[in-house]
């Protein structure tokens, strides 16, 4: 087995899918001959032919609205957005479509359809190519939000992803597309959906996050035990449905919670997480649940996104703070 | 100067609204006992509209999009379909839905606000009514895609308005359907109208058909209140989808004699005198015309079929105002193909509020 990274991952368990489920197909923007912007798509058109994956006009809502019929339709298309700044248009389909379809017609017509998309910052790129807005998805019913946070798991989920009957929004975090690289079988095994990973066991405070910042999550958490501090690290992978009693499982034992994210404070997913740790965890909770997040401005350019991405600093900060309380 | 390349968009007619026919007709059209299937259809609709704009005036129903003088869109376009082709309505196109085999009883389940309305018995793969306007261009550009991949010969047929026509994402599917020659027809309701902006307001392009041009496929305007001319041109557009000859736009000119639906007072925008003399144009006077002047329509089958129809229309209402609601909790059981744990204690938490009420209903 070799160590792969997460691009490959993603490619890898495309692959399987469509060798095991002729209705899998794969859509989006020079996703053909060239291979996605990211290659997250190399080499499929060569091995399962222009019926299967298809180049498409430059049209975001188009995309995910044909994925809505072709999904009708009992096809399982897997349709590439170049990037999730791009993804606003589309927004209407998955909201008003794509998450109503299988409600509104009482199981008549389904949405077995994967829309999957690069995001989040790091990496200086331009101008609309580093957001991260997850929770805008997650406030949709009917979808599922997941987020992989490793090779492995970007595998396993997207496997998963693809079989499910329903509609996934699948965001992949680029800034770990090329690194770090793990072994990942390819043997065709899902990942569990609607359910946390722990990364990390540890009874002194527990972090939560997803995507791309689990890496400093676990940075920080290395830092800690240095210090003698035992962090469980969480990665909560499906946004929606959320596995909550995981989490609240953990806080029992840590009594301590920092939830740490790229997107934007306000109404960031932490925010959901954190209310329903006050609704049912609070008892026992020592310390107030502590956010780590992206400002609520603007992405910044690449010269300051240092300071904007949530650091390993920013998130022991945190940690230290509410480890005060006893 | 160069010229590169030109473009000319057909009109097409049959018969004008005295009934006479003004060019010879179409092969279904020759006989006129065979129009009357077509006819039957449109007055149908007409009680049927009638029936659901009452049933909302006495509170019984919700908010509803009455067709009233684009019936003949609705049954031209559902008489040239078959069975096995996909429709994707708008939210206006209960006529075409009938003649699919959509129930009555169903679309006032829907318009009376029950999911199951939209779970029609009859066309199985048909869409449901679309309320985001246009949204539902790209879904059928999908469902074409899925018959050409599967090497079916089979078409979709996507309704939508003139209103409609502004929106990027026709153009984005229309588009798509263009470079790939997908087995769909694009019918547009220009009804002149899209609640209070009048056509001339809705784009400076001369005709809503031209804008199939753009997108590399022809595009025909027909007579929308001549049904000959719809089911004509909407017939020949599905079998050239069919056999692999790529989409047509069908715009299909008429006009919306009713309010937009049943919350909108159209005397705030535009004069009764417009509407009033429009009325001379309506598509179920013009079919009674040529039947009658051909001798395949008396007095007494008017009378006659307008009483049956009535009867119909009954039925349905009464089917549908004796429908149980649904249980609450149903608003759960159809999210998922298998409800998540999260949604789960959600509604079991509905499910002991609504016992605790007493009632495990709600309206
Ligand atoms: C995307 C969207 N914008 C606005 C509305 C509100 N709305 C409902 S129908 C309508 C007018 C539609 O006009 P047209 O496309 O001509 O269809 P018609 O109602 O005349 O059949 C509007 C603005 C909507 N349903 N969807
Ligand atoms: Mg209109």
Known sequence: MTEIALIEAVRLAMARAMEEDETVLVLGEDVGVNGGVFRATDGLVERFGDKRVFDTPLAEALLAGVSVGLGAQGFRPVTEFQFMGFFYPAIDQVANHAGRLRNRTRGRLSCPIVLRAPFGGGIHAPEHHSESFEAMFAHIPGIRVVIPSSPARGYGLLLAAIRDPDPVVFLEPKRIYRAPKEEVADDGEAAPLDCCFVLREGSDITLVTWGAMVLETLAAADSLAEEGIEAEVIDVATLKPLDMATILDSVERTGRCVIVHEAPLTGGFGAEIAARLADRGLVNLTAPVKRVAGFDTVMPLPKLERHYMPSEGRILAAAREILEYS | ?363
């Open chain 2, 1 to 363: 100067m160069t010229e590169i390349a030109s473009f000319a968009v057909e009109y097409r007619r049959f018969l004008d609204p005295d009934g006479q026919a003004v060019q010879p007709l179409p092969a279904f059209a020759q006989d006129p006992a065979a129009l009357i299937p077509l006819y039957r259809a449109m007055v149908l609709t007409r009680s049927f509209d009638a029936k659901a704009v009452a049933l909302q005036r006495t509170g019984r129903l919700g908010t509803f999009a009455s067709s009233l003088g684009q019936e003949a869109v609705m049954a031209g376009t559902g008489a040239a379909m078959r069975p096995e082709d996909v429709l994707l309505p708008s939210f206006r196109e209960q006529g075409a839905q009938f003649l699919r085999g959509a129930a009555m009883t169903d679309l006032l389940l829907y318009w009376g606000g029950d999911e199951r309305g939209s779970d029609f018995a009859g066309p199985r793969e048909d869409f449901p009514i679309c309320v985001p306007v246009g949204t539902h261009a790209a879904h059928a550009a999908g469902v074409a895609l899925a018959f050409q991949l599967r090497g079916e010969a089979r078409a979709a047929v996507c309704v939508l308005g003139d209103g409609a026509t502004s929106k990027g994402e026709v153009y984005e599917a229309m588009n798509l359907a263009g470079v790939w020659r997908l087995p769909v027809v694009f019918v547009v309701n220009n009804n002149q109208w899209a609640i209070s902006v009048p056509r001339e307001r809705q784009t400076a392009a001369r005709t809503l058909a031209q804008k199939a041009i753009a997108c590399g496929f022809e595009g025909v305007q027909v007579d929308g209140n001549d049904v000959i001319a719809v089911r004509d041109a909407v017939e020949r557009a599905l079998e050239q989808a069919r056999s692999g000859g790529g989409p047509t736009l069908v715009e299909a000119v008429t006009y919306r004699l009713s309010d937009h639906t049943t919350v909108d007072d159209a005397s705030r925008y535009r004069d009764d005198a417009e509407v009033s003399a429009r009325w001379k144009d309506e598509p179920i006077l013009r079919l009674r015309k040529h039947l009658t002047d051909a001798g395949a329509w008396s007095k007494e089958d008017e009378e006659q079929l307008i009483a049956e129809c009535g009867k119909e229309v009954e039925a349905a209402a009464e089917a549908y105002l004796a429908t149980p609601v649904q249980p609450v909790e149903s608003m759960f059981d159809w999210l998922y193909a298998e409800l998540p744990g999260d949604l789960a204690e959600q509604r079991a938490g509905l499910v002991a509020e609504a016992g605790a009420a007493g009632d495990a209903k709600d309206d």
